[in-house]
Every structure is written in structure tokens, then in C-alpha cells.
């Protein structure tokens, strides 16, 4: 995965403006999104934009651990530190209703969107930005969990990993209204687990679902 750091704080960009290629970094920091708007060029030329959800981290401490590794270095590096090399730590609320579908294979796939309230104070970000929005992605038997326990206002304690992909958007071109595709880079979290906390689906009823307890 290639989640995306943005550097703000002075003393920092020292240590990131010295980065090379193939330098294997620690990085610890904030899950900070943001709505933007995204452009895309449609056949015709005409730049459309529609707003989307940005994702990036915003670190508080970064270091150096080795210089310039080979792709080959870098990777079996990776391998061995795979437990520690891609962790997140959440605590929100479920901001929108999860949506359950079937992905490839039947694989069951939930996702939904948290609500986090953000402790540390981005260098450039606005002042009445006070959380952030990052989606959730859970698959097979935790996405079967999050359906059957998750609702709109449930309060969920997140251990996973940031995962970045390629999708395809479809936009309208303002223009030459003609429809066309265009690829789009997003950022979600998988969980590892979900511990579920407040305002969710508990007890087991008579008929096999679940009542809310808290």
C-alpha cells in the first residue's frame, strides 16, 4: 500500500526534505482526511471537478532507519517487519449507515464511515476542522460481524491497516455532456479487529439477530 504524509511541522521537513529513494522510514502520526475536489479531463479537454474524500497522514515523529535500499532490500525489509510496517488505531462513530454487499468470489464485504474526533491540531489545517472522515472497509467474517452489530451512531474501537487502490469514477462532462471513466486513487482502512463499544447491536434474540444494549 502507499498511503501518502504530508509534512507541515519546520523541524520535521528537515528530516523529509533529506529522504531518498528506497530509504526506509518510521513514521508514527494522525489518519487526517479532507474533502476536496478532484479533476478529471474529459476527451474533449474540459477539466470537470467533483468533490471526494482525501486521505493522508499527518506525522508526529518520523526518523530514518536505513538509507537508500534496493527494491529487493526494500521489500524482504518489509516482509520482516510486516506485523509493524501498516498499523491504525481508531476510536469513532459509525457516521453513515453501513452498506453490505458481495464482492468478487462472494466475499462479504462491509463498509461504512467514522466519525474521529481529531486530537492533534494540523499546522495548516482550518480551525473548525475538529474530525475526521475515513472510510472502513471489512471483509468476510468481520464484514459478516459489522452488518449484523454496526448502525448509524454505533461507537466501534478500530485495529487495522490503511489500504490505497485504484477505482474507476464515471463523470459527466460539463461541457460536451458526453459520460466517461476515469481512475481515482482511494485510501480505506481493513480492520484486523472491531471491538464494539457503545450504541451497537449486542444480545442475541429468540429470532437469531441481535438487540442494542449499552
Partial sequence: DVPTVIVTDPEMMK???????????????????REVKKTSICQCGHKNSVLGNYAFISPIYMCRREPELSEIQGMEMLKKRGEVSNQILLIGGVCREPEYFKGEKGIAITQYQLAVNRKYHIRDGHEQETADYPWIKSISFQAEEDHIRLKLGSIVHINGAIQTREIKRTTVCENCQNEYEWGETVSEIVPYSVEYLRNCYFEPKPDGKTEDTD
Fill in 15 to 33: 528530516i523529509a526534505t533529506s529522504l531518498r529513494k528506497g530509504d526506509m522510514v518510521d513514521v508514527k502520526g494522525v489518519l487526517s482526511t
